[in-house]
């Protein structure tokens, strides 16, 4: 069998008139456009910074800057909704704990989405509780509704945004 028969059949021929594409590796960096740390970076950053005993905070903080930091929180946000809004939302709620999406998957640590879904609303609802006094109580609720009104966005402002 000739050797052409076991090329792929969806790749083109190479014939002498026209050269090989160079791979990602041999194209010269564009210096233009600054690459994202990985996920692995950053937790390598982060577990540095523990073994350290940085502070906590500073910890978080460090980690905000790293993953993505919202200048502020301008928009309601709800379920259903679909933006870069909710995927800062997503960051900044993955920061606590308390307030984090998921372990693994969708919405977890570096995985966060653009989709507000049941995952999303848990988190907020479960942030909204935990500052109750400034979020819930001046509206006389008792409980977290998973909505990102105005009195959620000033908390969360408060806390995150990187604007003064």
Known sequence: MPPEAFEAEDSPPQTPEQPEEESAE??????TRPRALTKPQVDAILDVL????????VITNVEQALRGRP????????PGDIAEA???LQVVLNADPDTQLSAQGPGSPGN????????TRAAVTRFQEKY???????LGLNEGTGFVGPA?????????????
Do not use: H, M, W, Y
């Open 26 to 31: 041999e194209r010269p960096s564009d210096v």
């Open 50 to 57: 523990q073994s350290f005993g940085v502070d906590p905070s």
């Open 71 to 78: 200048s502020s929180f301008d928009t309601n946000l709800r």
């Open 86 to 88: 909710v995927r800062q």
């Open 112 to 119: 966060e989405t653009s989709f507000f879904g049941t995952i």
């Open 132 to 138: 109750a006094t400034e979020i819930l109580q001046p």
């Open 152 to 164: 959620t966005r000033a908390k969360l402002n408060a806390l995150f945004s990187s604007t003064p």
